[in-house]
């Protein structure tokens, strides 16, 4: 059974900075494609950040230079630490494992539950 948990999340200042954790079992997380969603009230979710197997990582142009993806391996976890919050950083943050599904190799998303940030001006 795969399960991607969540948690960090919190009530922040703005300026503040958290960091999240999603904590993955039951795929093979080193080969996985892991990522970071969020969703607004009354909004689309939206691409956050994401990091690749080798490491290699990308952003969202709105939180590129504050929001860092890593993930440790050894302990099947992806972080994002989220540095210099603003308040429309609200939203719940959504965790995502892009996996190769056998014996046909299919191209498969997992989703986590989600966890509320909250920044307040």
């Known amino acids: 059974q795969v399960r991607l948990v969540e948690s960090g999340g919190g009530l922040v200042q703005a300026g503040g900075s958290l960091r999240l954790s999603c904590a993955a079992s039951?795929?093979?997380?080193?080969?996985?494609?892991m990522a970071w969603y969020r969703q607004a009230p009354g909004k689309q979710r939206e691409f956050v950040a994401v990091?690749?197997?080798?490491?290699?990582?990308n952003y969202a142009d709105s939180v590129r230079g504050r929001f860092t993806i890593s993930r440790d391996n050894a302990r099947n976890t992806v972080y994002l630490q989220m540095n210099s919050l603003k308040p429309e950083d609200t939203a719940v943050y959504y965790c995502?494992?892009?996996?190769?599904?056998?014996?046909?190799?299919?191209?498969?998303?997992?989703w986590g539950q989600g966890t509320q940030v909250t920044v307040s001006s």
């Open positions: 995502k494992a892009g996996v190769l599904r056998p014996p046909r190799l299919e191209s498969y998303d997992y």
């Open positions: 990091v690749v197997s080798g490491g290699t990582t």
């Open positions: 039951g795929i093979d997380f080193s080969v996985a494609v």
